[in-house]
Nanobody
Framework: QVQLVESGGGLVQPGGSLRLSCATSGFAFSIKAMGWYRQAPGKQRELVAGITNGSRTTKYAESVKGRYTISRDNAKKTVYLQMTNLKSEDTAVYYC???????????????WGQGTQVTVSS
């Protein structure tokens, strides 16, 4: 079955950095576009970054552009999110998911991992 296991979150001060990982299994990772999403308290889950299966194309939400970098390792079936210059408004639970194309990531499937909490606070 599909498994998505996010890790790497934590408490960080404003301006700090974190690197999130999402280890996957149960589907053909190397042919899927991958996305990172986040959900803050009281808000809807939003797509923050996406990457095509071969890493040729990446996309970012305006709010994180220039601060976040998505990458993937198809051999390890893992997708990463490097986050820098973190702000309090980045505080959320972060999740990964997949679709057939990067343009479809805004409509993810219903399978989700447990997420990893990122808290940006002084």
């Amino acid at each position: 079955q599909v498994q998505l296991v996010e890790s790497g979150g934590g408490l960080v001060q404003p301006g700090g950095s974190l690197r999130l990982s999402c280890a996957t299994s149960g589907f053909a990772f190397s042919i899927k576009a991958m996305g990172w999403y986040r959900q803050a308290p009281g808000k809807q889950r939003e797509l923050v970054a996406g990457i095509t299966n071969g890493s040729r194309t990446t996309k970012y939400a305006e709010s994180v552009k220039g601060r976040y970098t998505i990458s993937r390792d198809n051999a390890k079936k893992t997708v990463y999110l490097q986050m820098t210059n973190l702000k309090s408004e980045d505080t959320a639970v972060y999740y990964c998911n997949f679709k057939n194309s990067i343009n479809s990531l805004s409509d993810p499937d219903g399978i989700w991992g447990q997420g990893t909490q990122v808290t940006v606070s002084s």
